[in-house]
């Protein structure tokens, strides 16, 4: 006779993890299915493999989603629930800048390990190697059949799938799939949280080198984010990149994107500090009186992307579109960099089609759907992950009051 179990979970990410561990203690009987040979890959490699597992400045405005649907999850699960959840499990935390939370030993095993022996003392039962490819809803309950020939029945399903974003680490459309096969909208995913190419070719000249700025992309609405910037032999990278990703990679589907960059993020009104510079400072050379304000080879790019005479006194030039290009160097955005180089992707199951109090579906009750699967990005920082524990762990608890 088959087992019937009372939850089936397809996915051992982060929101499956989370939701098949309080599942279990909350007396259901309840199987964690994972199509790679170990869980928690995503988490293990999240956080340059430090795992930044949440952020204390979580809110909606963090998300690029419906804000009613983020208040939700965070009233179930907060940014506090997540600090003390964890230091539940036996893992030790600490708070770094901007908010960002790692586990205190600076590995994501710290993490991933935790949330795998609780799961066995849960009871829960964990498959690993074993990819689910059809559901079928054979009224009351559903089955689960796997491309290695397992078949599950099971009352209740989450899917905890993930989204296509990083294969190489278990990225996948498998879970878009199965949420269509159950009636679902797909919204087209798109990476985000990833390097933008430039058109600007010249910029490859400061690959590697990085800096402070505030990035505005030129979208409707506008998008700006500021952070550390990271210049690459094929455009730009870092916080101050990602985090305009979001918007760039949408508009992109109707041409290039053009991107300015403030290299005084931290100054109120850079002109005017520019222009009080250039009266104290007048007498210098270009490269001197950029030495102490900005990298050398960016100052050494914007003199030669200018015009500037090298060896005559800045006060004898126009220093007017320097000043300008300093505070809005226009770019081009032409590309995304891969999927395999995209930490989270935009689109997915569409959310109003699930229940924003408990991520049950609308369209195929019994259903829960949770994380990356849906049409929710974050900021980067530990937003993507927060919200994949606090979806899976709302889920949870509607499951265990069924």
């Not at 928690?40 to 430090?50: C, F, M, Q, T, Y």
């Not at 539940?88 to 022996?117: C, H, I």
């Not at 990833?194 to 058109?199: I, P, R, T, V, Y």
């Not at 395999?340 to 959310?351: C, L, Q, S």
Request: proline residues 5%; glycine residues 8%; hydrophobic residues 40%.
């Amino acid at each position: 006779m088959e087992t019937l179990y009372d939850v089936a979970i397809v996915g051992a990410g982060a929101s499956g993890l989370i939701c098949a561990l309080e599942c279990a203690r909350g007396g259901k009987k309840t199987i964690l299915l994972e199509k790679d040979t170990l869980p928690a890959r995503k988490i293990l490699v999240s956080g340059n493999g430090r795992c930044n597992l949440t952020n204390r400045h979580v809110s909606p405005a963090c998300y690029h989603a419906d804000p009613k649907l983020i208040e939700s999850a965070l009233s179930h699960f907060s940014f506090e629930d997540c600090w003390k959840y964890f230091e539940n499990l036996g893992v030790l935390l600490t708070e770094q800048e901007q908010g960002r939370v790692f586990p205190a030993t600076g590995k994501a095993t710290a993490v991933a390990d935790a949330l795998k022996v609780a799961l066995k003392e849960a009871g829960a039962e964990l498959s690993t190697g074993q990819e689910v490819t059809h559901i079928k809803h054979a009224k009351p309950n559903f089955i689960l059949t796997t491309k290695q020939g397992l078949n599950v029945h099971a009352k209740n399903v989450v899917l905890a799938c993930g989204s296509c974003a990083y294969p190489q680490v278990t990225g996948t459309n498998s879970g878009y799939d199965l949420a269509k096969m159950l009636g679902h909208t797909l919204i087209p995913p798109l990476p985000v949280l990833s390097g933008l190419c430039l058109k600007e070719t010249a910029l490859a000249r400061l690959s590697g080198i990085k800096c402070q700025a505030r990035t505005t992309a030129c979208t409707t609405p506008p998008e700006q984010a500021e952070g550390e910037l990271i210049f690459t032999n094929y455009g730009i990278n870092g916080p101050a990149a990602l985090n305009i990703s979001q918007a760039v990679s949408r508009a992109l589907a109707k041409g290039p994107v053009p991107v300015e960059i403030n290299f005084f993020p931290q100054l109120q009104n850079p002109l005017d500090f520019l222009k009080a510079r250039l009266n104290t400072l007048g007498q210098r050379k270009p490269k001197d009186f950029f030495a102490g304000i900005l990298h050398e080879s960016i100052a050494n790019l914007l003199i030669d992307f200018v015009g500037l005479h090298k060896q005559i006194p800045v006060q004898q030039q126009p220093m007017q579109r320097a000043f300008q290009t300093l505070v809005a160097w226009p770019v081009t955005v032409t590309a995304m960099r891969p999927w395999k180089e995209a930490m989270v992707a935009a689109g997915g199951v569409k959310t109003r089609e699930i229940n924003y109090n408990t991520f049950e579906s609308l369209v195929c009750p019994g259903v829960f759907i949770t994380g990356e699967l849906l049409d929710v990005d974050g900021k980067s920082g530990g937003l993507n992950l927060h919200f994949a524990w606090a979806s899976g762990f709302t889920a949870a608890q509607a499951l265990k009051g069924k």
